[in-house]
């Protein structure tokens, strides 16, 4: 059995490795890309543009997924542009995953940043948002933005478990 101290070290060394391996793999980004940029994105996140997005594997609430993508230094995807649109919902269809657009705060949809979304019907699957509260998930109607399998938004209750985009800015090397 493992001493304390031997778990303490051995944890030391598999977090220096992991340093090592992220350095690789971002050197690796750059030479692929043919890149001098320096710009690189954590393990099992994919680039594009000047940031990195998480597609989970993991299914959590709304605001355990807000949670979960804080702790890694990150937010729920805000999505900005056309071009950042088409590369999420490439990656992400046909599951159904959270982003980070509420109307959960105000009564307005706004991005977790409180940058108010302005309303584009195209991106909304048809007939949404409905804010619908016969969902039996307690308290609330639906306060919370996925995109469906078809890569639209819809609105669901918060407390559904669903896959989840966590976005932050690229790192220099």
Known sequence: MCSVMES?????????LSR???SLKCSLQLIINNSSSGQCCPLDWISFGSNCYHFSTEFLSWNKSKDWCENQDAHLVILNSDQEW?????????????????????????????TPYRMERRRWSPGQPDSWTGHG?????????????HGWLNDLHCNIQLNFICQKRSSHS
């Open 8 to 16: 303490l070290k051995q944890l030391s060394v598999l977090k220096s």
């Open 86 to 114: 088409d590369f999420v919902t490439k990656h992400s269809i046909p599951g159904a995953y959270w982003v980070g657009l509420t109307d959960g705060r105000t009564g307005r949809w706004e991005w977790v940043n409180q």
């Open 137 to 149: 998930f307690g308290a609330g109607d639906e306060d919370c933005a996925h995109l469906n399998s």
């Open 20 to 22: 090592n391996v992220a």
